[in-house]
């Protein structure tokens, strides 16, 4: 079965600062793995995926992803936030039918 | 705008009733995915299409079912509405049946069953 924890709930972050939102995933077989951000009452928008080879990938928006199949990890990293990045993320995992995480929603303060 | 158009945005139905979904995948999409979002449940996978025909299904509940027609697009019925199916009702579209071709999300509709 194919699953997703992700660990916090809630970050908070000063604007400028570094993010990291965690994410640790089980799945049979080389994980297909994603992150989605949505902002409040839209739909889901594609961040960066994860497929094979290179296990530090790079998204939109800034943001990037490191794939670790020993810790069954693939963390979402900033290095700078604006306050645009307020929004919910989720991670997922999976094919054609993909499970997702509870999401971490992420304020951004000034 | 995704490409992936869902209609109605909003809808306000009572208990007991039936409501229809409609979805209009990006143009050239041949798979259509549709998803649940509640409080409680989180993003759930219900059902997928491709080309017209049903090729998985998830957490879907008896009174939920859904097609794909001829020009691609979706609906996804809901009937013998309670109030624990109110919730953000997701379509997503892709190239062929598997991620590798991507998937893009509409932005939902939320029903509400009052």
């Known amino acids: 079965a194919q699953s997703v924890t992700q660990p916090d709930i809630h970050i908070t972050v000063s604007e400028g600062a570094s993010l990291e939102l965690r994410c640790n995933y089980s799945y049979g077989a080389t994980p297909y793995l994603f992150w989605y951000v949505q902002s409040p009452g839209q739909g889901l928008q594609l961040l960066l995926k994860y497929f094979s080879g290179d296990t530090l990938v790079q998204g939109i928006k800034g943001f990037e992803a490191e794939f670790k199949r020993s810790q069954s990890s693939f963390n979402l990293r900033k290095p700078s936030v604006h306050w645009s990045d307020a929004a919910e993320y989720f991670c997922a995992v999976g094919d054609y039918k993909l499970s997702f995480g509870a999401g971490t929603t992420v304020t951004v303060r000034a | 705008d995704s490409g992936v158009t869902q209609t109605p945005k909003h809808l306000i139905t009572a208990t007991g009733q039936r409501v229809t979904l409609r979805c209009s995948p990006r143009?050239?999409?041949?798979?259509v995915y549709w998803y649940q979002q509640s409080l409680d449940q989180g993003l759930q996978f219900l059902i997928q299409?491709?080309?017209?025909?049903?090729?998985a299904k998830g957490n879907i509940l008896e009174r939920f079912s859904a097609q794909q027609f001829p020009d691609l697009h979706s609906e996804l019925n809901l009937s013998s509405l309670e109030l624990g199916d109110s919730a953000l009702y997701f379509c997503?579209?892709?190239?062929?049946f598997g991620q590798g071709y991507g998937y893009t999300f509409g932005s939902g509709t939320r029903l509400t069953v009052v």
């Open positions: 143009s050239g999409d041949l798979s």
């Open positions: 299409y491709y080309n017209g025909e049903e090729r």
């Open positions: 997503a579209s892709s190239a062929s």
